[in-house]
């Protein structure tokens, strides 16, 4: 299991802005990956809120954070961020990055089910 590393994570003002990281470990190199963020709340699955298709052309976003988040990859770094603006309260939850060869669904009992993914980074917003 290739461990990803979310970083940036805590707690912020309603509208403020947050950028979260998620690198993966020197040379590691999936090409075919499809990178996604996922956020999870207690007793809920795992949403996805945003991906970014391996060849960085497409992209998706959930309606909740559609025109708030923004995803972006770093191939010379190996990171994926999740740019995080205008937050509410319903944001709050522990954000995982995760990638996977295959497509990934909207969401997942858990993260375990795809190719890579974190131990995850809490955003609290109030």
């Known amino acids: 299991h290739v461990q990803l590393v979310e970083s940036g994570g805590g707690s912020v003002q309603i509208g403020g802005s947050l950028t979260l990281t998620c690198v993966a470990p020197?040379?590691?190199?999936?090409?075919?990956?499809?990178w996604g963020w996922f956020r999870q709340t207690p007793g809920a699955q795992c949403e996805m809120v945003a991906s970014?298709?391996?060849?960085?052309?497409?992209?998706y976003y959930s309606d909740s954070v559609k025109g708030r988040f923004a995803i972006s990859r770093d191939n010379g770094e190996n990171a994926v961020r999740l740019r995080m603006s205008d937050l509410s309260p319903r944001d709050t939850a522990v954000y995982y990055c995760?990638?996977?060869?295959?497509?990934?669904?909207?969401?997942?009992?858990?993260?375990?089910?795809?190719?890579?993914w974190g131990q995850g980074t809490q955003v609290t917003v109030s």
């Open positions: 970014i298709s391996p060849d960085g052309k497409k992209y």
């Open positions: 995760a990638a996977d060869r295959g497509t990934m669904r909207s969401a997942y009992a858990g993260l375990d089910e795809l190719n890579y």
């Open positions: 020197r040379g590691f190199n999936d090409a075919d990956a499809e």
